[in-house]
């Protein structure tokens, strides 16, 4: 029996797995490759306070840190989460039981939603360029999308020498400064594109992208595409539970991270709170970590 059990391994949840573990409770938190968090594919962090480094040291650093604090670590993905009695039950490959439980689960890569998308996963077709983008040095490559990730996936791909062609629905969402390092970079950039379709024999070879300004199709050539539209969080497993989702599936959250449902927390991008970075992910998991200190508290 644990008396926390926090689902996630990115910056909220070893963050809660830190401050859990320092208030004398025993922790336990839960990591997995699916959905894998968000800062691990970052190729360098910035804006972290008194770190500028790949996303993956600073992850490492948090985990090596929560296990030094206390907390037990585990591989394994938490499918549901359900109520036993007074307590909660983690189903995953073995069975857990908390006193009380954090979700911080992140999010997951939404599709593009094309023709041919799912039929070349893997054969071409990518959502985290950090994780595919060595396979495509000295090739061409399409980034797909409108924000900050597309552009930080263009650079990225770009730096390791992939020919990068950017193509966005809209005007591009992001800070200027990142548009400036793409423009600087040459990478070229298209505005008001729409990816229709994938094609290729066995592999991405194609694609058929529709300009709204010209108002017509072409035929691109391409090695493969990076589809890079956003994120949806992952928090499927407290359905059952009743935890009280908003219309895009993000966990609503008062101001001390506690949900709905008494006994269950929420930290960083699986919340609907309006800024996801991992400074603001951090703090929802020391906030969350403390409210389940009080609320077991006030159990005794």
């Known amino acids: 029996?644990?008396?926390?059990?926090?689902?996630?391994?990115?910056?909220?949840?070893?963050?809660?797995?830190?401050?859990?573990?320092?208030?004398?409770?025993?922790?336990?938190?839960?990591?997995?490759?699916?959905?894998?968090?968000?800062l691990s594919l970052a190729g360098k962090v910035e804006?972290?306070?008194?770190?500028?480094?790949?996303?993956?040291?600073?992850?490492?650093?948090?985990?090596?840190?929560?296990?030094?604090?206390?907390?037990?670590?585990?591989?394994?993905?938490?499918?549901?989460?359900?109520?036993?009695?007074?307590?909660?039950?983690?189903?995953?490959?073995?069975?857990?039981?908390?006193k009380a439980v954090i979700i911080a689960t992140g999010g997951k890569h939404r599709e593009a939603n094309v023709e041919g998308e799912k039929d070349f996963i893997?054969?071409?077709?990518?959502?985290?360029?950090?994780?595919?983008?060595?396979?495509?040095?000295g090739k061409k490559v399409i980034v797909y999308g409108s924000g900050k990730e597309a552009l930080s996936d263009a650079i990225y791909l770009h730096d390791i020498g992939c020919k990068v062609m950017l193509l966005s629905r809209?005007?591009?969402?992001?800070?200027?400064?990142?548009?400036?390092?793409?423009?600087?970079?040459?990478?070229?950039?298209?505005?008001?594109?729409?990816?229709?379709?994938?094609?290729?024999?066995?592999?991405?070879?194609?694609?058929?992208?529709?300009?709204?300004?010209?108002?017509?199709?072409a035929i691109l050539e391409t090695d493969g595409i990076f589809i890079a539209v956003g994120m949806r969080p992952a928090t499927d497993l407290v359905a059952e539970l009743g935890v009280e989702r908003d219309s895009l599936g993000y966990i609503k959250v008062d101001r001390e991270q506690r949900t709905n449902v008494k006994g269950v927390f929420a930290a960083g991008d699986c919340c609907n709170n309006p800024l996801k970075q991992v400074v603001t992910a951090c703090g929802d998991g020391a906030i969350a970590a403390h409210s389940a200190y009080r609320y077991l508290r006030e159990q005794i």
């Open 47 to 98: 804006n972290y306070p008194g770190f500028e480094g790949k996303g993956i040291d600073l992850l490492d650093r948090m985990k090596q840190q929560a296990l030094k604090a206390g907390s037990e670590g585990k591989m394994e993905k938490i499918e549901k989460v359900l109520r036993k009695g007074d307590n909660f039950l983690l189903l995953g490959e073995n069975e857990y039981e908390a």
């Open 170 to 217: 809209a005007p591009l969402r992001a800070e200027r400064v990142m548009i400036e390092e793409a423009l600087k970079r040459g990478i070229e950039i298209i505005s008001n594109a729409t990816l229709r379709r994938i094609e290729g024999s066995g592999k991405v070879e194609r694609a058929a992208v529709f300009f709204r300004g010209k108002n017509e199709e």
């Open 122 to 137: 893997g054969r071409g077709v990518s959502y985290c360029a950090t994780c595919d983008g060595n396979f495509f040095r």
């Open 1 to 38: 029996m644990f008396e926390v059990a926090i689902v996630g391994g990115g910056p909220a949840g070893l963050t809660a797995a830190i401050y859990s573990a320092r208030y004398g409770l025993r922790t336990v938190f839960f990591e997995t490759f699916d959905p894998v968090s968000q």
